[in-house]
C-alpha cells in the first residue's frame, strides 16, 4: 500500500437545496431537479474522497449535513464573505500540511487523480477547469493560503489563471493537475457524466431525469 501524500482533504460545499444550488441548471431543470444533481455530485465527491488515503477529511459546508454525507468527515461551517475569503479561511482548518481543496462539481473524481498530489515534492498543486476557474487548489504549507487566496477575483474566466500566477509570483513551486469541467449548465452535466464511472450518482441521477423526459 503506498504511503500517504496528503494530510487532509478538504471538500468546499454548499448544502443541496432546492433554489440555493446549481441555479444555472434551471432550466432546463427544475430547481428540485438541480438540487438532486448537485446532491450526486457532493455524495459522489465525498466518497472518492472517503477511498482517498489521506490522515483528515473535512466538509466545509455552507449549510447543514444531510443523509448524502457519509461518515469519516469533520464538519466545519464556511467562513463569512465571498468565495475567495471562504477558501481561505478552510485552509485555516488545517492543523498540518500537505493539504487539497476540491469542490463540489466534479464528480469525475477519482482516487487516482487525488494520489496524484504530494508525489512531486511541490510547493502547491493546481486542478484549472475548463471554464477558466479551479477544481482544486493544495498547498505543502496550508498557512501559505491565505494570503494566496484572498484577493483573487472569483467565477469569472480569469479566475484560474490569476490564481495560478499568484502561486507561481510568490515563489512556489506548482504542479498542475489534469484539467476537469465543473458542473454548471445541463451541457456541462451530461459531459461530465460521460465521464464519471459505471454506476455513479452523479450518472444514475442524470439518466433518471433524462428517462423521465429531458
Request: net charge neutral; hydrophobic share 45%; proline share 7%.
Amino acid at each position: 500500500m503506498s504511503a500517504r501524500l496528503t494530510d487532509t482533504l478538504l471538500v468546499i460545499a454548499k448544502e443541496p437545496v432546492a433554489g440555493r444550488v446549481k441555479t444555472r441548471l434551471t432550466p432546463p431543470y427544475t430547481p428540485q431537479e438541480a438540487a438532486a444533481l448537485a446532491e450526486a455530485a457532493l455524495a459522489d465527491t465525498l466518497h472518492t474522497v472517503l477511498r482517498a488515503r489521506v490522515r483528515r477529511r473535512v466538509l466545509v459546508l455552507d449549510g447543514v449535513p444531510g443523509p448524502w454525507l457519509p461518515s469519516g468527515f469533520d464538519i466545519v461551517s464556511q467562513g463569512a464573505g465571498g468565495l475567495d475569503e471562504r477558501i481561505a479561511a478552510a485552509f485555516g482548518h488545517c492543523d498540518r500540511g500537505p493539504a487539497l481543496l476540491v469542490g463540489m462539481d466534479t464528480p469525475q473524481l477519482t482516487t487516482d487523480l487525488l494520489a496524484q498530489v504530494g508525489r512531486d515534492g511541490a510547493d502547491a498543486w493546481f486542478g484549472p477547469a475548463a471554464d477558466g476557474g479551479f477544481w482544486a487548489l493544495g498547498f505543502a504549507d496550508p498557512a501559505r493560503a491565505a494570503a494566496l487566496v484572498r484577493g483573487v477575483p472569483m467565477s469569472t474566466d480569469r479566475t484560474g489563471a490569476i490564481q495560478r500566477r499568484r502561486l507561481a509570483e510568490a515563489g512556489l513551486s506548482v504542479s498542475d493537475l489534469p484539467v476537469l469541467r465543473d458542473v454548471d449548465t445541463a451541457a456541462d452535466a451530461v459531459e461530465v457524466a460521460a465521464c464519471c464511472p459505471p454506476g455513479s450518482r452523479f450518472t444514475t441521477t442524470l439518466n433518471s431525469l433524462a428517462g423521465a423526459g429531458r
